[in-house]
């Protein structure tokens, strides 16, 4: 049975950081490229953030320079690092992994951030 668990999420104020992980498990890890996603209140789910296996990254032009993707196969973990912080960062975060044409994701994390 394939698991995203996201973790990380949280309330902050503007200018702060918090770092998102999400663990996986059922799924060869290594074989998978990764992703976060968002999705506020009453906005459609956006890419925020790609790592293919080889670590090519990829990000919305709204989060460049300000988050960064890792991922860890050793662990099975993909993070997002979130700095500079913005109240329209606020939103739920989810975790995807998809391989071909197979796609899985988390139950998402909320991140609230006060102005």
């Known amino acids: 049975q394939v698991q995203l668990v996201e973790s990380g999420g949280g309330l902050v104020q503007a200018g702060g950081s918090l770092r998102l992980a999400c663990a996986a498990s059922?799924?060869?890890?290594?074989?998978?490229?990764m992703g976060w996603y968002r999705q506020a209140p009453g906005k459609q789910r956006e890419l925020v953030a790609t790592?293919?296996?080889?670590?090519?990254?990829n990000y919305a032009d709204s989060v460049k320079g300000r988050f960064t993707i890792s991922r860890d196969n050793a662990k099975n973990t993909v993070y997002l690092q979130m700095n500079s912080l913005k109240p329209e960062d606020t939103a739920v975060y989810y975790c995807?992994?998809?391989?071909?044409?197979?796609?899985?994701w988390g139950q998402g994390t909320q991140v609230t951030v006060s102005s």
């Open positions: 790592i293919t296996t080889g670590g090519s990254t």
């Open positions: 995807k992994a998809n391989r071909w044409f197979d796609a899985y």
């Open positions: 059922g799924i060869i890890f290594s074989n998978n490229n």
